[in-house]
């Protein structure tokens, strides 16, 4: 019985690739001869496959020129498949060329970027573009070597199949085709849709079928319009096209898309001898855009305009506005603080709530009551933490904020409360203090004039004095950075003022930059001494190219120069004279966390252990909630914790921190953090807030929990690999000890606050991570810690699986 199945599947899948290889000789090819070449400013700028109705080269986009197939279709072309998706796009100077080694994009800063490689030791003797809409490097005996369709985009089309583990990205919008926020992965044989940046947040499945081998199953679109899923045993159709070709003169094209707005939709175009085109829509995953999670952004909510509509819309909710008026889907960022009244525990005065009816509300909530609707109202206000509530079936649901995934369809369940600022009632209640002068007086009159006379004397008198004291004050700051420059004694806990140096000055500082201490992906550190030799400094040198390093440069240099706090190492100097931009810190004498952890015969006892977490935790506060701005460091890991002759733990390393101006809660970005401590937020979709640096801190306090790396494979089981992992295990099963020296004296009741805390701050979901100011307080014990959602993190499992499968492969 096995074996017969074994012979069937083998079957299968060399039908499919004998009717693969037979394309090129079946189908009528134009071959492309080595050193053929396109570009965007001269014809040839694009290949035509024999029909006429696929090109490949280069098309328009914004104001440059991207690279890809599209189907040649009026007004507009119809993009199948891009190269370098989220890359700019290229200039009118760009151009492709067809060589031994593969497509090599050449563009005008000399770059060169091969497009199709050959992946074999064959080098390719000529290319193509397939009526199929598939453009082939092939060998000298015209064997397919490189195929676009085995690295789709966005679509497939007719004969082209997803194989277990394909994923289709949605585009960023419809005149942008770099990667968008949804993704259609193809997991045996079933296909899935969920938000790029949570892939737990599915969507839509399409239908379970029964196969005996779904793992090497398929899913493809057959030239025909049939959309199926299939292994040796089964095949189920997922969709079909209702069009039967009527004439010989008629030509029809299908390809499946996930669009934009996260829908899969199967679209024929069809193509007459006369020139006549349309394109249908056959068939769709979902009806209403409301109906895609994520199809708006954080703190907003999707509805349809009218009822009868399927296109949805976004709407912030009250107190909110968009991140982006032209791009509403974006989300929205709250237009208040929520600070003023926590901080006076007079959330009343100072905060009302709105209602609003909704049909569904995503994410976790915090905290669950069975109240009636106007406590649960209540209720919301009066907690610090509630962002909004919902009201269903006689239960209280409260949520913080980012809220996501809301909608609001035709059946309206549940009610809504959202918290929004009352600003013009603390408006009128200060202006009803102000002393009201009647005109009917003129006595009254008289004595408002010699009073306001009497003022402006007054205030002119004291804007004197403060002339006098500022000029005065200027001049002492004046002589005292004149005394830096030549005091050679100048102590630690003495303030020092940003100084300028010169090249010169730091390369006689650091003997020519002779002795480095360290180096990461943005330059080296130098160990150097000022002061006529009496004070070690650490001098940072940038090494990045010209753009990349003025920009890291400004970037450290923004968010330090407004920072002052013990626990983050201070910078001393700058030097801007050469394309190389110098830094100059405080020198750290005990190095980095790294390091310290890592020394098996000198490590931290548990005491210092503890403070050193302390340590990082205040400095992160402070970043967050105690500077003049808010500022999101996005680089915490242990290599940029250095620590000082006392062991005390100082952050370092700006060159990725984030600025965060008023009122604005989060920022979007294309640059990448250290593997292994970004949040997945930022990973999957960009997103950085200041919960990106809670989730890394809690990695830290796990790797320093058990003075080891967040991933070891030199480890005796693949459970203790991922470090997440093995801890949530030991706290499962209530055996935290493992986690720890077997000879090490560790406070057992610390060693659990300490794993509790790790282990809430890298939860996925960015809502259930604390704030960096209750991390501490339950660190230091003075408020409980919320119990550890269950069930595990997504990216345990899944991670675990991964390294289990590849521990055990491991000779």
């Given at each position: 019985m096995a074996s017969s199945a074994c012979v069937s599947l083998i079957l299968f899948f060399t039908i499919f690739e004998i009717i693969n290889a037979a394309q090129l000789k079946n189908q009528q090819s134009k071959p492309i001869s080595l050193g053929s070449s396109l570009s965007p400013s001269s014809e040839p700028s694009s290949w035509t496959s024999p029909s006429g109705l696929f090109q490949f080269g280069f098309y328009k986009e914004g104001t440059g020129f991207s690279v890809g197939t599209w189907l040649v279709t009026s007004p507009n072309i119809t993009v199948i498949w891009t190269a370098f998706r989220d890359e700019p796009p290229v200039s009118s100077n760009a151009k492709l060329i067809l060589t031994?080694?593969?497509?090599?994009?050449?563009?005008?800063?000399?770059?060169?970027?091969?497009?199709?490689?050959?992946?074999?030791?064959?080098?390719?003797?000529?290319?193509?573009?397939?009526?199929?809409?598939?453009?082939?490097?092939?060998?000298?005996?015209?064997?397919?070597?490189?195929?676009?369709?085995?690295?789709?985009?966005?679509?497939?089309?007719?004969?082209?199949?997803?194989?277990?583990?394909?994923?289709?990205?949605?585009?960023?919008?419809?005149?942008?085709?770099?990667?968008?926020?949804?993704?259609?992965?193809?997991?045996?044989?079933?296909?899935?849709?969920?938000?790029?940046?949570?892939?737990?947040?599915?969507?839509?499945v399409s239908k379970l079928y029964w196969a005996s081998d779904r793992v090497h199953g398929m899913v493809n679109l057959t030239p025909g319009g049939i959309l199926q899923a299939g292994s040796a045993d089964a095949t189920q159709i997922l969709a079909r096209s209702s069009y039967s070709v009527k004439s010989s003169n008629e030509t029809v094209i299908y390809r499946a898309t996930l669009d934009f707005d996260g829908i899969l939709r199967l679209y024929s175009h069809h193509f007459t001898s006369d020139s006549n085109y349309r394109a249908d829509i056959e068939w769709y995953v979902l009806q209403n855009q409301c109906l895609v999670k994520g199809f708006c952004g954080f703190n907003s909510f999707c509805s349809n305009p009218t009822n009868s509509s399927t296109k949805g819309e976004c709407f912030c909710f009250r107190g909110f506005n968009f991140i982006n008026p032209e791009m509403k889907f974006l989300g929205c960022y709250r237009n208040f603080t929520d600070e003023e009244g926590c901080k006076r525990k007079m959330p009343a005065e100072f905060y009302k709530i709105t209602s609003l009816e909704i049909s569904q509300l995503?994410?976790?909530?915090?905290?669950?009551?069975?109240?009636?609707?106007?406590?649960?109202?209540?209720?919301?206000?009066?907690?610090?933490?509630?962002?909004?509530?919902?009201?269903?079936?006689?239960?209280?649901?409260?949520?913080?904020?980012?809220?996501?995934?809301?909608?609001?369809?035709?059946?309206?369940?549940?009610?809504?409360?959202?918290?929004?600022?009352?600003?013009?009632?603390?408006?009128s209640t200060n202006l009803s203090a102000l002393p009201i002068v009647s005109k009917k007086h003129g006595d009254n009159k008289k004595k408002l004039v010699s009073v306001l006379a009497a003022c402006l004397g007054s205030i002119t008198f004291l804007c004197f004095l403060i002339a006098i004291s500022s000029l005065l004050a200027y001049k002492q700051r004046v002589n005292q950075y004149q005394?830096?420059?030549?005091?050679?004694?100048?102590?630690?806990?003495?303030?020092?003022?940003?100084?300028?140096?010169?090249?010169?000055?730091?390369e006689r500082a650091t003997n020519g930059f002779e002795e480095e201490l360290g180096r990461g992906c943005f330059g080296a550190v130098y160990k150097g001494s000022i002061c006529e030799g009496n004070k070690i400094v650490a001098v940072k040198r940038l090494e990045n190219p010209v753009e990349e390093g003025e920009r890291k440069f400004q970037a450290e240099m923004a968010a330090v120069r407004r920072t002052h706090h013990k626990n983050l190492v201070r910078l001393l100097g700058f030097c801007m004279q050469t394309s190389k931009k110098l830094l100059v810190y405080e020198f750290m004498s005990k190095g980095s966390l790294e390091n310290l952890l890592s020394n098996v015969e000198s490590g931290p006892i548990w005491r210092d252990r503890v403070r050193i977490a302390l340590d990082v935790a205040r400095g992160i506060?402070?970043?967050?909630?105690?500077?003049?701005?808010?500022?999101?460091?996005?680089?915490?890991?242990?290599?940029?914790?250095?620590?000082?002759?006392?062991?005390?733990?100082?952050?370092?390393?700006?060159?990725?921190?984030?600025?965060?101006?008023?009122?604005?809660?989060?920022?979007?970005?294309?640059?990448?953090?250290?593997?292994?401590y970004m949040s997945p937020e930022w990973q999957n979709s960009g997103l950085i807030t200041v919960k990106s640096d809670v989730y890394s801190f809690g990695v830290v306090v796990l790797e320093i929990v058990c003075c080891r790396s967040n991933f070891e494979v030199n480890v005796s089981t693949a459970d203790v690999v991922l470090l997440s992992t093995w801890v949530y295990n030991c706290f499962i099963a209530k055996e935290l000890s493992k986690l720890v020296g077997e000879d090490e004296e560790v406070d057992l009741r610390t060693l659990e606050t300490m794993v509790r805390v790790g282990l809430l701050c890298i939860q996925d979901e960015p809502n259930l991570r604390p704030s960096m100011k209750n991390v501490i307080l339950m660190l230091e014990g003075t408020m409980e810690i919320p119990v550890v959602p269950f069930p595990i993190l997504s990216n345990f499992s899944s991670n675990s699986q991964t390294l289990s499968s590849a521990f055990t492969n491991t000779d």
């Open positions: 031994m080694d593969g497509l090599v994009l050449q563009t005008e800063e000399s770059k060169h970027k091969l497009i199709a490689n050959t992946t074999s030791d064959e080098p390719a003797s000529f290319a193509s573009i397939l009526d199929s809409g598939n453009f082939v490097l092939c060998n000298d005996r015209f064997d397919f070597i490189w195929e676009s369709f085995n690295f789709p985009t966005h679509t497939i089309v007719g004969g082209q199949s997803l194989v277990n583990g394909s994923k289709l990205f949605s585009s960023a919008s419809e005149t942008n085709s770099s990667t968008g926020r949804f993704c259609l992965e193809q997991r045996d044989g079933i296909l899935v849709l969920y938000p790029v940046r949570d892939s737990r947040q599915i969507y839509w995503g994410g976790m909530a915090y905290a669950k009551l069975s109240v009636n609707e106007k406590d649960c109202s209540k209720s919301c206000l009066n907690d610090c933490y509630c962002g909004a509530a919902i009201y269903a079936n006689a239960s209280c649901s409260k949520h913080k904020l980012p809220l996501i995934f809301a909608m609001k369809y035709q059946n309206v369940p549940a009610t809504l409360f959202i918290k929004w600022s009352s600003g013009q009632a603390n408006l005394k830096l420059r030549i005091n050679s004694s100048l102590g630690p806990s003495q303030e020092f003022i940003i100084q300028s140096f010169s090249t010169g000055e730091l506060t402070y970043l967050h909630e105690e500077c003049e701005v808010q500022i999101i460091h996005c680089n915490i890991n242990p290599r940029n914790i250095l620590l000082d002759d006392s062991l005390t733990a100082k952050i370092s390393n700006f060159s990725l921190a984030k600025i965060l101006m008023p009122n604005q809660t989060g920022i979007v970005t294309g640059v990448k953090g250290t593997r292994g």
